[in-house]
């Protein structure tokens, strides 16, 4: 099984940055490892559905955004380190959630297509 852990949320003023990390550890039942999967970040605010943020593919040449963090969020990854990054500068109030990594087969946006979860990193901006 694929493993991924978050790190790095914490509570930053709005127009702060900051970015989270999410390790993945594990191979899935097939002997796949973390270099072939497609990356995303997803988000759930409180009393809100989880939602799309971005992802980028397994090879890291492709990125796709959410449009309400275009321009503000970079979204990169380490195969290497087993690693996956989301820089967010210019942070706002609405920006708040619990942020989760996740893994897939395919680049999509679409949160049933990821077959693995994190447990998720508090991001809190204040005003």
């Known amino acids: 099984q694929v493993q991924l852990v978050e790190s790095g949320g914490g509570l930053v003023q709005a127009g702060g940055s900051l970015r989270v990390s999410c390790l993945a550890s594990?191979?899935?039942?097939?002997?796949?490892?973390?270099?072939?999967?497609?990356m995303a970040w997803f988000r759930q605010a409180p009393g809100k559905e989880r939602e799309f943020v971005a992802f980028i593919t397994s090879s890291g040449h492709s990125t796709t955004y959410t449009d309400s963090v275009k321009g503000r969020f970079t979204i990169s990854r380490d195969n290497a380190k087993n690693t996956v990054y989301l820089q967010m500068n210019s942070l706002k109030p609405e920006d708040t959630a619990v942020y989760y990594c996740?893994?897939?087969?395919?680049?999509?946006?679409?949160?049933?297509?990821?077959?693995?979860w994190g447990q998720g990193t508090q991001v809190t901006v204040s005003s």
């Open positions: 996740a893994a897939a087969w395919r680049p999509t946006s679409t949160l049933a297509l990821y077959d693995y």
């Open positions: 594990g191979r899935t039942f097939n002997g796949r490892t973390f270099s072939s999967y497609t």
